[in-house]
């Protein structure tokens, strides 16, 4: 379907990044006939005019009908190339905006991110953003005056400020601000699975050195294959019906993990929290300002003082299989940090699993809790699957209000909770100190849940890096899970050709609380507005942690 420069694919390994010197590797997939792109446009047509949560408020939002795309897409799917007919799928989906729902093409390359050895953060106003290198993988780069703190000018001849808003239509998020911080994040990290391979071989990077030369570097793409961590949702579980997240970002996470936080990776499957008693680690604390204490949830979870009154707890992902055990680790953290004061911090996580997000609100507050609710779209498709004996469990509260809706013209169900609101306070508060949680527009999915139940729980003030959350509001499912719950309807699909999937927004989730009936999709959840500085980005985000020792001072 394409190329992509990239170390030998044969010798790509589980976890580890492929060092060895690039040549190009043809990402050749099975090719669809005439009939097979049929079936998976008649699917998608059926999925999102039925299934597909979003569906009304995408149309009123960017003046658009993915339906009828793809009804006109099917008249000519015959007079396409196979990389024409994937990349005009790929297209209709992305113009929804909605990490959650994507097409997955039948991509050799299963499985793995393309890469750039280096991560670009920016500082600055949105108008008139910085862009800096602020980490490289040193045993790929190979330039020494490459590093950290370079200021980024070009991307292959192009003005790298114009480079990042060129990527960002081709980007999900419902705002701007959010379309550019996902294209900064897949300007050099790319999850195969929910796209196609870049269509450069090689980038030449136009940067200004540490003593102010202009200078040039080229890298070529690599392929990285970082899995899942063995704490996470497994395939089957009971988890798994239950997740918000945005699995291209969640790859990519894992992806900077393995290229630059080797020491992490190579611990990740090794006992760690769990065989430290607790008074030695709580002393260790004590004596270790900086030092993130051991967790037996490292993937997810890190864990410092910042100061001898002031913690932190950073939140990397809810990807998750196990709430209950997350949540006991995050209780044991939480009592092993400065009671004082503490910094929650969500920044770029991508969601995971519903039921861990929102019940670890109530571990920092007396507030009682109240869960998002979420609601199923209001068609022939869902009241069905909703009947079906195979979802009584899972769908069967939804079903009375779906089948309402044909004589009252609701366009949705009756909103409720995934998460028991029951579970939502039953552990109470951990944490007895004031607490303020930051997030920015890479937060997205549960991370967003949990940001909304913060607010509208009244937990504490809530820190935004930019205009707001990345504003994705729904409970995403597989076209597996999907096709699973529509076995035995009227509206069963068969298995889609060569691979092909999908993910979709299910069931759309509105606010609780103080912002009632609101739905997070395309708005996002904002807070006190927070620009990154320079200082942050290169020494630890010293800057952002004072702004926020300041606000919670405020709040005493």
């Known amino acids: 379907m394409t190329t992509l420069n990239a170390p030998d694919l044969v010798a790509a390994q589980r976890g580890r990044p492929i060092a060895a010197a690039p040549e190009v590797v043809s990402a050749t997939t099975a090719m669809l006939d005439g009939g097979q792109r049929q079936q998976v446009v008649d699917t998608l047509i059926a999925v999102l005019g039925g299934a597909y949560a979003h569906l009304p408020a995408k149309r009123a939002a960017y003046a658009l009908d993915p339906v009828q795309e793809l009804t006109l897409l099917r008249r000519r799917v015959t007079d396409l190339s196979d990389a024409e007919f994937h990349l005009a799928v790929s297209g209709v989906v992305t113009r929804l905006r909605d990490a959650h729902t994507r097409y997955i093409g039948p991509v050799a390359l299963r499985g793995r991110v393309a890469a750039l050895p280096f991560l670009v953060e920016q500082y600055g106003a949105y108008d008139d953003p910085q862009f800096l290198v602020t980490k490289?993988?040193?045993?790929?780069?190979?330039?020494?005056?490459?590093?950290?703190g370079v200021r980024l000018e070009w991307w292959n001849g192009v003005p790298f400020a114009r480079a990042v808003d060129l990527h960002a239509d081709r980007e999900t998020g419902g705002r701007p601000d959010a379309r550019r911080a996902r294209a900064l994040e897949s300007l050099t990290f790319r999850a195969l699975d929910y796209g196609p391979p870049p269509d450069e071989q090689w980038v030449i990077i136009g940067y200004r050195s540490k003593r102010g030369a202009a200078k040039e570097i080229r890298l070529p793409w690599r392929l990285l294959e970082p899995g899942r961590a063995d704490t996470a949702a497994q395939p089957g579980s009971r988890a798994q019906l239950k997740q918000a997240t945005n699995p291209a970002a969640e790859a990519v996470r894992?992806?900077?993990?393995?290229?630059?936080?080797?020491?992490?990776?190579?611990?990740?499957?090794?006992?760690?929290a769990a065989a430290v008693p607790q008074q030695r680690a709580a002393a260790d604390s004590r004596r270790a300002v900086g030092a993130d204490l051991p967790t037996s949830f490292q993937d997810n979870l890190a864990a410092r003082a910042l100061t001898r009154d002031l913690g932190y707890l950073r939140i990397w992902s809810f990807d998750v299989g196990d709430d209950n055990a997350f949540l006991d680790e995050v209780t044991r953290l939480l009592r092993l940090l400065p009671q004082k004061g503490l910094v929650v911090d969500l920044r770029a996580n991508p969601g995971g699993l519903v039921w861990a997000a929102e019940r670890m609100l109530q571990l920092f507050t007396d507030h009682r809790i109240a869960p998002t609710r979420f609601q199923l779209v209001a068609s022939p498709l869902t009241r069905?699957?909703?009947?079906?004996?195979?979802?009584?469990?899972?769908?069967?509260?939804?079903?009375?209000?779906l089948d309402d809706a044909v004589s009252t013209g609701e366009q949705y169900s009756q909103p409720l909770p995934l998460t028991d609101p029951e579970w939502c306070n039953d552990r109470g508060r951990v944490y007895p100190g004031a607490a303020v949680a930051v997030v920015d527009p890479n937060t997205y999915s549960s991370g967003d849940l949990f940001a909304a139940g913060w607010v509208d729980n009244e937990v504490g003030p809530l820190v935004c890096v930019g205009e707001a959350?990345?504003?994705?509001?729904?409970?995403?499912?597989?076209?597996?899970?999907?096709?699973?719950?529509?076995?035995?309807?009227?509206?069963?699909?068969?298995?889609?050709?060569?691979?092909?999937g999908f993910t979709v927004a299910i069931r759309r989730a509105i606010r609780s609380g103080r912002a009632d009936g609101v739905p997070i999709e395309d708005l996002g959840i904002t807070g006190i507005p927070y620009a990154m500085t320079r200082d942050d980005l290169l020494h630890g985000n010293t800057d952002l942690y004072a702004f926020c020792a300041t606000v919670l001072a405020e709040q005493a």
């Open 254 to 272: 894992r992806a900077k993990k393995l290229l630059f936080a080797p020491h992490l990776w190579a611990t990740e499957s090794e006992p760690s």
């Open 384 to 401: 069905e699957m909703a009947a079906s004996p195979f979802n009584r469990l899972e769908l069967e509260q939804w079903a009375e209000s």
């Open 136 to 148: 490289t993988a040193p045993d790929v780069v190979g330039d020494g005056t490459f590093v950290p």
């Open 469 to 500: 959350t990345g504003a994705g509001g729904a409970n995403v499912w597989t076209g597996e899970q999907l096709r699973d719950a529509l076995a035995g309807t009227p509206h069963q699909f068969a298995v889609p050709p060569a691979g092909v």
